[in-house]
T-cell receptor, first 114, second 115 residues
């Protein structure tokens, strides 16, 4: 059974700092990994999708890397801003499983202080 | 292109009642998945529908059911509500077919409160 863990559970940083969020998964047989952002009481916004054959993806100030063999992914946020404050979730889709089922981590709650 | 929409956004029900939630996927998407989010359990997969057929099912009791229509819209039903069913219910859509990325797009959710 796939398990996804995110460390740290919460993070508070001053504005402008570069930061790294970590995600690990127990079964390396994944099809893809997706990073999401969730604002309080809202739905999830997709940030980056990394296919199992890829090493990293970038979008603006965000960069996500994937090391499938070691079961790890990191989300790097450059020059953080107060608007980045949210919960960040990673989720994996298993390889060899039909369908779109995702297994989620518990999330990292990020606070960026002005 | 319109995103995933869910109705209603908020719902208050009494224990023992039943409830139906609706999800309209992004145009062209054929897969709709449902998730339950609670503070204690996080995001838990309920089920997925693809081309009107249930393709995957999570570990939830039979009180939770769903269906998908020919236009890909999906409904989720919970019968005999319990206090523990209070949660944010999220649906996600994707193309869902072989050869696609399976990237998921989520709706805003329905906040269900059971009293």
């Amino acid at each position: 059974k796939q398990e996804v863990t995110q460390i740290p559970a919460a993070l508070s940083v001053p504005e402008g700092e570069n930061l790294v969020l970590n995600c690990s998964f127990t079964d390396s047989a994944i099809y893809n990994l997706q990073w999401f952002r969730q604002d309080p009481g809202k739905g999830l916004t997709s940030l980056l999708l990394i296919q199992s054959s890829q090493r990293e993806q970038t979008s603006g100030r965000l960069n996500a890397s994937l090391d499938k063999s070691s079961g790890r992914s990191t989300l790097y946020i450059a020059a953080s801003q107060p608007g980045d404050s949210a919960t960040y979730l990673c989720a994996v889709k298993g390889e060899g499983t039909s369908g779109s089922r995702l297994t989620f981590g518990e999330g990292t709650q990020l606070t960026v202080n002005p | 292109k319109a995103g995933v929409t869910q109705t209603p956004r908020y719902l208050i029900k009494t224990r023992g009642q039943q409830v139906t939630l609706s999800c309209s996927p992004i145009s062209g998407h054929r897969s709709v998945s449902w998730y339950q989010q609670t503070p204690g359990q996080g995001l838990q997969f309920l089920f997925e529908y693809f081309s009107e057929t249930q393709r995957n099912k999570g570990n939830f009791p039979g009180r939770f059911s769903g269906r998908q229509f020919s236009n890909s819209r999906s409904e989720m039903n919970v019968s005999t509500l319990e206090l523990g069913d209070s949660a944010l219910y999220l649906c996600a859509s994707s193309f869902g077919g072989t050869g696609f990325s399976y990237e998921q797009y989520f709706g805003p959710g329905t906040r269900l409160t059971v009293t």
